[in-house]
């Protein structure tokens, strides 16, 4: 293919993809294939000569479409959304038509300075306050690794870069249970190890870190000679929407000299709202902020936010400035590859900024806030059903609730028997988690095109799949 056959097929893409999303209600949002089913239907060896276009795209129809969970169904309840609005995957058709590396201010400027403006705005929005700077990650993992470790250097003054963690006191990072278990991988690949991720334990309405136990905590690893270098607060957990006091959580890091972070990948983006910026109060006082305006927002993934109240800090851990990596002739310019893993560097800014214009702020807040209320809604709805229970209250747009009507003998499965009904049914994907213990159903509104009838859609679901199971 040439750019010349690129216009005629670009069209036609385009086309696909209105038709696509035109046509979702119609699939079921998770697909019915087994494993292997897709990969049978795969040739073993490579193709030595070139194939017509015409004959991937049939493949692509008849192969591929038939085995994918559609993400951007307006009834995808399950784990957190990952929008992608249609401004999004246009600004991507000019991404990958510029096809820019972006490590560096001078491989291209503009890419770097719109990323610095789009992350300040962004710091406006969710009411972050000056002095706050904003680099874009791929995804809140790497943020969150970024952030263990520049707790790892900043506690052995930079020298585990430099001669490695053996021989030195362990590293102790503190976090709730109801973390993502991002974190945990976290502390693998910075070397801390799991034996040095302290679990405080959690409780009351939002399931928050219990700030005594945290002291306590830290104490004890202090008077055992090991070295407490950091806390990871939550808002917004990704199993229940478990939310931690943050200024309680700031009142003690900073008592104690503590780097913290705070893990608001989902729902961060509903600080857009004023009236929701009471749930992470404190977070002003925060070294690191993360969010993913590739969830909820409709930036299309990967576009995470992350924010640093003192980004030397994490420079300082991350930059690495060969020869060839040094900009000659030029002060003051930022290189954001040194404040992330990868030396490489997508154009992600492009579309956060055509996102953010096409919508408006206002825009998405009334996204935000109808998904709020419709979940709200639900949850009421069921509470008030026969053998229904919320085990969890809404968190924004995230509940979970479980099936236990008269003489049900096991709970839990139940729970995963219904769910796997829900989700063969097709009309509706929900997911299933723990709650101390009681195996539970997960939902949260999110989808970008998701309408208030699609989420009464998922009452009906619900509750008729579980008269058929009672029956």
Not at 9 to 35: E, F, K, M, N
Not at 328 to 345: K, Q
């Amino acid at each position: 293919m040439d750019w010349e056959d690129f216009r005629k097929r670009g069209a036609d893409a385009a086309q696909w993809a209105a038709d696509y999303h035109r046509d979702l209600r119609d699939r079921p949002v998770r697909p019915r294939s087994r494993p292997g089913d897709v990969l049978a239907r795969l040739p073993l060896s490579p193709p030595d000569a070139a194939e017509p276009v015409d004959d991937i795209l049939a493949d692509l129809e008849q192969t591929i479409l038939p085995g994918m969970t559609h993400w951007q169904h307006p009834r995808f309840f399950a784990y957190f959304p990952a929008n992608a609005a249609p401004v999004s995957v246009l600004a991507e058709y000019y991404v990958s038509a510029i096809a820019a590396q972006c490590m560096l201010w001078q491989t291209s400027p503009a890419a770097t300075e719109l990323e610095t403006r789009v992350c300040d705005w962004m710091r406006q929005a969710i009411g972050l306050p000056e002095g706050y700077s904003g680099v874009i990650q791929d995804s809140a993992s790497t943020a969150t690794l970024c952030a263990v470790l520049a707790m790892r250097e900043r506690t052995l003054d930079w020298a585990g870069n430099r001669s490695g963690l053996s021989g030195q006191p362990a590293l102790r990072i503190y976090c709730s249970a109801e973390v993502h278990t991002s974190i945990d991988r976290a502390i693998w690949i910075s070397g801390i190890g799991e034996e040095n991720l302290v679990r405080i334990p959690s409780g009351g309405p939002n399931r928050a870190m219990d700030v005594a136990s945290l002291r306590e905590a830290i104490a004890a690893d202090r008077a055992a000679g090991l070295r407490p270098a950091g806390i990871i607060a939550c808002v917004g957990g990704t199993s229940a929407g478990a939310t931690d006091d943050i200024a309680a959580v700031m009142d003690v890091a900073e008592a104690e000299g503590l780097y913290t972070h705070v893990d608001a990948a989902w729902a961060g983006s509903a600080m857009i709202c004023p009236e929701f910026q009471p749930i992470w109060a404190g977070v002003e006082r925060a070294d690191s902020v993360v969010l993913n305006p590739h969830k909820w927002l409709g930036a299309q993934f990967d576009c995470t936010t992350h924010y640093l109240r003192d980004p030397a800090t994490l420079v300082r851990t991350l930059a690495i400035q060969p020869e060839y990596l040094k900009t000659h002739g030029a002060d003051g310019i930022i290189n954001y590859s040194e404040w992330s893993v990868p030396l490489g560097r997508r154009f992600r800014a492009l579309k956060l900024w055509f996102l953010l214009r096409a919508h408006g702020l206002e825009g998405l807040r009334t996204m935000i806030r109808n998904h709020v209320a419709w979940t709200e809604g639900l949850a009421h709805r069921l509470a008030e059903t026969s053998g229904f229970e919320i085990v969890t209250p809404p968190m924004l747009s995230l509940f979970t609730f479980r099936y236990v009507p008269p003489g049900c003998a096991d709970p839990d499965a139940l729970a995963q028997r219904l769910v796997n009904a829900i989700n063969d049914d097709g009309r509706i994907y929900l997911t299933q988690t723990r709650v101390d213990g009681v195996l539970v159903i997960r939902f949260q509104a999110g989808a970008f095109t998701a309408t208030a009838a699609d989420v009464d859609t998922a009452f009906d679901v619900i509750t008729e799949l579980a008269a058929d199971l009672r029956a």
